[in-house]
């Protein structure tokens, strides 16, 4: 069971401003990144759903958080039928984050009150999004539309609150460019989290960049 509302979780991605993703095979290893990103000022991490018996490694991580990571709040994006939705959120999944816009799984996240928050690259399937409660909108592929596609939205819809995922940059003028659009936050994958050519994670740089990305937002709010 989710152990924050998606009223909370809404408010965190917002107060934060990023959302980091990441997936790996091993638990010991994923909980050094979750560590990091929380040590850095994170409050929320997506795991993204791209291995097999990625559900056991979720499952491991976010017992780790609940215990040694007060106020981190976990949730699993890459969830493509309401079938793994509820499967994660029986694991104490606190938001779902879809590469695509799925009626099933909003359905399956309502009945639960957890929030849900689909990829979508029309006006259209935005407003059908919103329709079905989505808080936030997944902007994906975000390199692809670019912020003046959220510019364009946020006219006729001042209301959309929108997560660009894909080709954001933690970078002072990359992330200025999609707040001064108006997004909500940011979901940041590998850009955040990149594991060197061994494979080896920089425990320490994930750490700091997290929190440079966090300060650098706060400071366009200012």
């Known amino acids: 069971?989710?152990?924050?509302?998606?009223?909370?979780?809404?408010?965190?991605?917002?107060?934060?401003?990023?959302?980091?993703?990441f997936y790996h095979k091993d638990v010991e290893v994923s909980k050094k990144v979750l560590k990091a990103?929380?040590?850095?000022?994170a409050r929320l991490l997506e795991f993204t759903s791209r291995g097999d018996f990625a559900f056991e490694i979720f499952a491991a991580l976010n017992k780790y958080a609940i215990v040694e990571l007060p106020?981190?709040?976990?949730?699993?994006?890459?969830?493509?039928?309401?079938?793994?939705?509820?499967?994660?959120?029986?694991?104490?999944?606190?938001?779902?984050?879809?590469p695509v816009l799925r009626e099933d799984i909003a359905i399956a996240c309502n009945?639960?009150?957890?929030?849900w928050s689909p990829g979508c690259g029309t006006l259209t399937e935005i407003a059908r999004a919103e329709e079905l409660g989505c808080e936030i909108v997944k902007l994906f592929p975000?390199?692809?539309?670019?912020?003046?596609?959220?510019?364009?939205?946020?006219g006729p819809q001042p209301w959309t609150s929108i997560m660009?995922?894909?080709g954001v940059s933690p970078t002072a003028?990359?992330?200025?460019?999609?707040?001064?659009?108006?997004?909500?936050?940011?979901g940041l994958g590998s850009k955040l989290i990149k594991a060197d050519a061994n494979g080896n994670f920089?425990?320490?740089?994930?750490?700091?960049?997290?929190?440079?990305?966090?300060?650098i937002i706060k400071g366009f709010r200012k």
């Open 1 to 21: 069971m989710a152990q924050f509302t998606r009223i909370e979780v809404a408010q965190v991605m917002k107060e934060t401003g990023i959302v980091p993703l």
């Open 37 to 41: 990103c929380y040590d850095g000022g």
């Open 71 to 98: 106020g981190m709040i976990l949730g699993v994006g890459s969830v493509t039928d309401a079938a793994a939705a509820s499967l994660y959120m029986q694991l104490g999944a606190n938001f779902i984050v879809t």
């Open 111 to 115: 009945r639960r009150k957890v929030l």
């Open 142 to 154: 975000g390199d692809i539309y670019g912020p003046q596609f959220v510019n364009g939205i946020k």
């Open 164 to 166: 660009p995922t894909g």
């Open 173 to 186: 003028e990359n992330l200025k460019s999609w707040f001064d659009a108006g997004v909500t936050c940011v």
């Open 202 to 215: 920089d425990i320490a740089k994930i750490e700091s960049l997290t929190r440079e990305c966090i300060e």
